[in-house]
């Protein structure tokens, strides 16, 4: 008489232990299908022994994250049972394998560094092209505007100095001409001429002397 539909003996003797690495087949049933999924890692745990309570415990890390799986050792859900690997450990329990694990991964992401890598898509690159535009767009007005002030600058202080050249010459015609004093000659003393009558009298007085 039948009391499970699995080979108990074949399971009894396949002599799953902690430290081996097992691939089990597991039977899931999805939409009224039934498909087998395949759980590999290391072995934790057995528990009860070889009685039909007895189970063990998978553990595998699956994109960086540890997944635990406790199987009865006799569950009709379980289509095969496969040992991949067979290690020599001194502990009936291998629970310290958490910690060490998450030490290692620790020890991992101090050495990390932070790096993006892709790839651009086509809407990625008609946006950045449009951004792009639109930035060469706003510097050209900004350019022209600048220009345009300084431009206006210019032409103001143009007009300013131009203004100033005409207030001076308005200055300049209105101001009289200072008049020169003329050099005043020194005048020369005029000599009175005295008559030759008068020399001669005087002359002959002198002889007379």
Do not use: C, W
């Not at 087998?36 to 189970?55: C, N, S, W, Y």
């Not at 020194?186 to 002959?204: A, D, G």
């Amino acid at each position: 008489m039948a009391i499970s539909p699995v080979n108990m003996s074949e399971r009894k003797e396949l002599g799953i232990r902690p430290g081996d690495t097992v691939r089990v087949h597991q039977k899931i049933q999805d939409k009224g299908k039934v498909r087998i999924q395949i759980f590999e890692g290391l072995v934790l745990a057995r528990k009860h022994g070889d009685e039909p309570g007895a189970t063990f415990t998978v553990r595998k890390v699956a994109s960086g994250v540890g997944v635990e799986k406790i199987y009865p050792l006799y569950s009709p859900l379980i289509d095969k049972l496969e040992i991949v690997k067979r290690a020599k450990v001194r502990r009936a329990k291998l629970y310290y394998i958490r910690e060490k694990v998450a030490r290692e991964i620790k020890r991992q992401m101090r050495r990390m560094s932070l790096v993006s890598f892709s790839t651009e898509s086509e809407a990625e690159m008609a946006t950045k092209a449009a951004a792009d535009v639109k930035a060469a767009e706003a510097k050209a007005a900004e350019e022209a505007e600048l220009k345009e002030k300084a431009d206006q600058a210019a032409e103001e202080a143009k007009q300013a100095e131009e203004a100033k050249v005409a207030e001076a010459e308005v200055v300049e015609t209105e101001t009289p001409e200072e008049v020169k004093p003329e050099e005043s000659t020194p005048e020369t003393p005029e000599v009175e001429e005295t008559p030759k009558e008068e020399v001669e009298e005087k002359k002959e007085e002198d002889k007379k002397e």
